[in-house]
């Protein structure tokens, strides 16, 4: 077991490597960088432990649910997903030894370190995903037998909802339409688990490896990152058009960007469904999930998510090989490019290039 700490001077690389790893979704960054830089001045460092050995502890998911793009206007005030925790342990009498992140991405790497700087309890380096996904069943947890339910649902008016489904489609269902009610976003406790299961399902070393990515990004050093993921730069162009709306919880649409430089004559489109799933230029499909599609501005190499996407911008496309988790066979049912709608074969992005 190894113990470490994340400090205000950290949040900017953490946010920064976070939302690369979201490909686009898991919330905006910068609101849930600013939460977690106000909790940091109060409590100085959070406590995170890399591959805990205690295998009976209990470990419990803290994350936001909705459409990335409400969050915009309708800013929390950083004490709903600790209600949340706090009802689940009550309701399920539980103590919760330990907080995971649900997905690698924007807020939803933030929010369970603003939970855990409320409540004192430590983080663990982890999370259900290694990116970030728009629905509650597509984590590692569910692909590899842990349940979502029982699961605590709360909005910041202090509504709760407990919902215990039958199986993940069925909570991802319950708890959308609940999350709509409410608002379009919400806070959520869910996937309790023993460490022995989470150590065995969990993509693990995210937050370390946001961290390490989003000190790289802000050095300007995009070689580095890209030579660490083998990643590949995909396309360079200007934004120009961007159709987006909120359906059902979700924040879907789609960008098309005009090649430059050696892409001039080409363009490409990107679907979203709160994270980018699909990359295609002149018919031919470059990545589709669960691989990453990363847009970054081309002048500062940050990140740019998909509730920030606008027409005009000048951006970097990347396409990064997703976790070995995340390419199963069992894995590909929850998140290949069929379980979105697309009548099309997951072919891994370092098959494709």
Do not use: C
């Amino acid at each position: 077991m190894e113990t470490y700490y994340i400090r205000i001077n950290d949040v900017d690389n953490l946010t920064t490597g976070a939302s690369f790893l979201g490909s686009g979704g898991g919330g905006d960054p910068y609101i849930g960088g600013l939460m977690l830089k106000r909790e940091l001045k109060s409590k100085g460092e959070l406590e995170i432990i890399r591959r805990p050995k205690s295998n009976k502890a209990f470990v419990l998911g803290s994350a936001m649910m909705g459409a990335p793009i409400v969050m915009i206007e309708k800013i929390p005030s950083s004490s709903e997903a600790k209600k949340a925790l706090e009802i689940y342990s009550y309701v399920m009498n539980k103590l919760i030894d330990y907080i995971t992140p649900l997905e690698i991405g924007g807020v939803n790497s933030t929010i369970p370190l603003i939970t855990s700087a409320k409540t004192g309890i430590p983080i663990v380096d982890g999370d259900g995903m290694g990116r970030a996904f728009p629905e509650l069943q597509m984590t590692t947890f569910y692909f590899y037998g842990v349940s979502p339910s029982p699961m605590v649902i709360f909005d910041e008016r202090g509504n709760t909802s407990v919902i215990q489904g039958i199986d993940g489609y069925w909570t991802e269902k319950i708890a959308r339409i609940i999350t709509v009610r409410f608002g379009g976003s919400a806070y959520i406790a869910l996937y309790g688990m023993n460490m022995e299961d989470y150590l065995k399902n969990a993509v693990l070393d995210t937050l370390t490896l946001a961290l390490e990515i989003g000190e790289l990004l802000n050095d300007k050093k995009l070689d580095q990152v890209l030579d660490k993921l083998k990643a590949e730069i995909l396309f360079k162009g200007k934004v120009i058009d961007v159709y987006r709306k909120v359906e059902k919880g979700f924040s879907k649409g789609y960008v098309v960007i005009e090649g430059i430089e050696s892409y001039y004559n080409k363009t490409l489109q990107i679907d979203f469904q709160n994270e980018f799933l699909i990359a295609r230029t002149n018919n031919e499909i470059l990545v589709t999930v669960p691989d990453l599609i990363v847009v970054l501005d081309l002048f500062n190499q940050k990140p740019i998510t998909t509730d920030r996407l606008k027409y005009g911008q000048k951006v970097i496309v990347i396409g990064v090989p997703a976790n070995e988790k995340l390419r199963t066979e069992e894995a590909l049912k929850y998140i290949g490019p069929k379980a979105f709608g697309y009548n099309i074969e997951y072919i891994p992005i370092d098959k494709r290039l």
